[in-house]
């Protein structure tokens, strides 16, 4: 009986200790990451960007495709207006330029009179994954140049913004940080979509993503315990539903990738997406948030950098996700929510 009482107790004890750590998710070291890695020139000859303005025409838009270089700038130089603010946008692993997330998430932008600049990584992160981690800073840098170039043709930094999802989240850190480096300016804004966790989560903070890079810097968390990142390391940092914590590795995939989707609804519907600001990262991750009194930020291109923290953002299972007002309300079993259909609350006959 003894030795059964300090099962159950050693037990509890460990399951506390879990259940209040937090998440350390997918390969959260890799081999390399502090060795150096770098591009050849061959290879570098090869990088490009598909460059976009909006225009009247019925697709809204006119394309360019050129090459991710000092010269390729010339080619950026000539179809957009450097004068107007431009986004440059970085997917993630194994996307490309031409997949239908990617050219979704640019419409909206091309509505809003927005050029768009986007990286084609596709060719040189089509490799194993923890290859393609050591490739983002190398990239970044060759992207910060490209950049810096397109300042002295006019580009004002403050007319960048930059939107980077999971690896691309950390291919546009290490870009920033090569421009503020050459320019000594940062860009206007860095946002990140779930910014990728495996490879990344034990590196200093000055190496991955996080609020240095820009004037301005926001995350989407969106799967924490597994191929996104715990930290809350931007200015203003949102947990959705406490950073979606789930197992299985299918729904840890649709779960890292719905941080996509939730930032093309917020940036169609820009006070839609409420969220409440959290004590801590403890606290979002359970959506314990919710006290006398609660302050709120908006999730998209109205976020509030004035009110900087982490934030709780509670949606719903189904499109368009966006709980409104509602999310200021407290649900009955947190970030749970979904026991309420698979466990009512009321008497129960089998």
């Given at each position: 009986?003894?030795?059964?009482?300090?099962?159950?107790?050693?037990?509890?004890?460990?399951?506390?200790?879990?259940?209040n750590?937090?998440?350390?998710?997918?390969?959260?070291?890799?081999?390399?990451?502090?060795?150096?890695?770098?591009?050849?020139?061959?290879?570098?000859?090869?990088?490009?960007?598909?460059?976009m303005?909006?225009?009247?025409?019925?697709?809204?838009?006119?394309?360019?495709?050129?090459?991710?270089?000092?010269?390729?700038?010339?080619?950026?130089?000539?179809?957009?207006?450097?004068?107007?603010?431009?986004?440059?946008?970085?997917?993630?692993?194994?996307?490309?330029?031409?997949?239908?997330?990617?050219?979704?998430?640019?419409?909206?932008?091309?509505?809003?009179?927005?050029?768009?600049?986007?990286?084609?990584?596709?060719?040189?992160?089509?490799?194993?994954?923890?290859?393609?981690?050591r490739?983002?800073?190398?990239?970044?840098i060759?992207?910060?140049?490209?950049?810096?170039?397109?300042?002295?043709?006019?580009?004002?930094?403050?007319?960048?913004q930059?939107?980077?999802?999971?690896?691309?989240?950390?291919?546009?850190?290490?870009?920033?940080?090569?421009?503020?480096?050459?320019?000594?300016?940062?860009?206007?804004?860095?946002?990140?979509?779930?910014?990728?966790?495996?490879?990344?989560?034990?590196?200093?903070?000055?190496?991955?993503?996080?609020?240095?890079?820009?004037?301005?810097?926001?995350?989407?968390?969106t799967?924490?315990?597994?191929f996104?990142?715990?930290?809350?390391?931007?200015?203003?940092?949102?947990?959705?539903?406490?950073?979606?914590?789930?197992?299985l590795?299918m729904?840890?995939?649709?779960?890292?990738?719905?941080?996509?989707?939730?930032?093309?609804?917020?940036?169609?519907?820009?006070?839609?997406?409420?969220?409440?600001?959290?004590?801590?990262?403890?606290?979002?991750?359970?959506?314990?948030?919710?006290?006398?009194q609660?302050?709120?930020?908006?999730?998209?291109?109205?976020?509030?950098?004035?009110?900087?923290?982490?934030?709780?953002?509670?949606?719903?299972?189904?499109?368009?996700?966006?709980?409104?007002?509602?999310?200021l309300?407290?649900?009955?079993?947190?970030?749970?929510?979904?026991?309420?259909?698979?466990?009512p609350?009321k008497?129960?006959?089998?």
């Amino acid at each position: 009986m003894f030795v059964m009482y300090g099962i159950i107790a050693i037990v509890t004890v460990v399951c506390a200790v879990i259940l209040n750590a937090e998440p350390d998710g997918y390969m959260s070291d890799c081999p390399g990451m502090y060795h150096n890695t770098s591009i050849s020139e061959e290879t570098r000859r090869t990088l490009t960007v598909q460059v976009m303005r909006p225009t009247r025409s019925w697709l809204g838009r006119s394309d360019r495709t050129c090459s991710l270089s000092l010269e390729g700038a010339a080619c950026v130089e000539d179809h957009i207006d450097l004068k107007t603010d431009t986004l440059i946008m970085i997917s993630g692993y194994l996307d490309a330029s031409f997949s239908p997330v990617v050219q979704t998430m640019v419409g909206p932008y091309i509505e809003r009179g927005i050029n768009v600049i986007v990286v084609e990584i596709f060719p040189v992160l089509v490799r194993t994954y923890p290859i393609a981690a050591r490739l983002t800073r190398p990239f970044g840098i060759i992207l910060g140049e490209f950049m810096a170039e397109l300042t002295r043709r006019g580009l004002h930094p403050h007319r960048i913004q930059m939107l980077g999802g999971s690896l691309g989240a950390h291919i546009a850190y290490y870009a920033a940080t090569k421009y503020h480096q050459l320019t000594s300016y940062k860009p206007a804004r860095l946002t990140g979509l779930d910014p990728a966790g495996p490879c990344f989560r034990h590196l200093p903070r000055s190496q991955r993503f996080n609020s240095d890079g820009a004037l301005q810097v926001d995350a989407l968390h969106t799967n924490i315990d597994g191929f996104g990142i715990a930290d809350a390391s931007a200015h203003v940092d949102f947990y959705a539903n406490g950073g979606l914590n789930k197992n299985l590795v299918m729904v840890v995939y649709c779960h890292h990738l719905r941080a996509a989707f939730y930032w093309y609804v917020a940036t169609t519907n820009p006070t839609k997406f409420l969220a409440v600001q959290c004590a801590s990262l403890h606290d979002a991750r359970y959506g314990n948030c919710y006290g006398k009194q609660i302050t709120t930020n908006v999730l998209g291109p109205r976020t509030n950098f004035t009110s900087p923290g982490i934030y709780y953002l509670p949606t719903s299972d189904n499109p368009p996700y966006y709980l409104g007002e509602k999310g200021l309300r407290k649900r009955k079993y947190g970030v749970n929510n979904y026991l309420l259909r698979t466990a009512p609350d009321k008497d129960l006959i089998i």
